[in-house]
């Protein structure tokens, strides 16, 4: 069975979900956001959690049972990284600028943070393949994009659908 009941996949996302929005409401307390100043604690989680997505979903492409790989996807990917990278108050802090009329300030953070986030989740990729065993990887032009014996990613990485 690959694919866990539902009343643990809701379990899963529910204590993942409270773990990371627990985390992100820790950091956006201990380093507020004051409105026309960069929003540095939204910005950092943001970043940080764009690059353990990453290395999450290239984990999980290879090796562990699918029914593992299912919650922890479901647990790290949806749950904590979910609960902790937040979009809503990336948009909300550069709205906020935007009313105090640092436009300058509003569109460099949407724009770097898109970036960035993007960078480091391609980042987390690659650390995530770095650490792949190197008896796993097949040759120069093998296929199956680096994995082992050209075995496709399963539903739900990084090839094959998103985590959160």
Request: aromatic content about 8%; glycine content about 16%.
């Amino acid at each position: 069975m690959s694919t866990p009941p539902r009343s643990l996949a809701y379990l899963c996302v529910g204590v993942g979900a409270a773990v990371g929005t627990g985390l992100r409401a820790t950091a956006e307390r201990l380093w507020p956001a004051s409105p026309g100043e960069w929003p540095w604690s939204t910005f950092i989680i943001n970043c940080v959690g764009a690059l353990l997505l990453g290395l999450l979903q290239e984990r999980l492409a290879r090796g562990a049972p699918a029914r593992w790989r299912n919650l922890t996807k479901l647990g790290l990917g949806t749950g904590v990284l979910g609960g902790f990278t937040t979009y809503s108050t990336f948009v909300m802090e550069a709205l906020q600028s935007m009313r105090t009329d640092a436009l300058v300030l509003a569109f460099a953070y949407l724009g770097v943070s898109v970036v960035l986030g993007v960078l480091f989740a391609r980042l987390g990729l690659a650390l995530g393949d770095a650490r792949r065993p190197a008896s796993h990887s097949p040759g120069p032009g093998a296929s199956g994009a680096g994995r082992a014996g050209g075995e496709q990613p399963p539903s739900g990485t990084r090839d094959g659908g998103d985590c959160a």
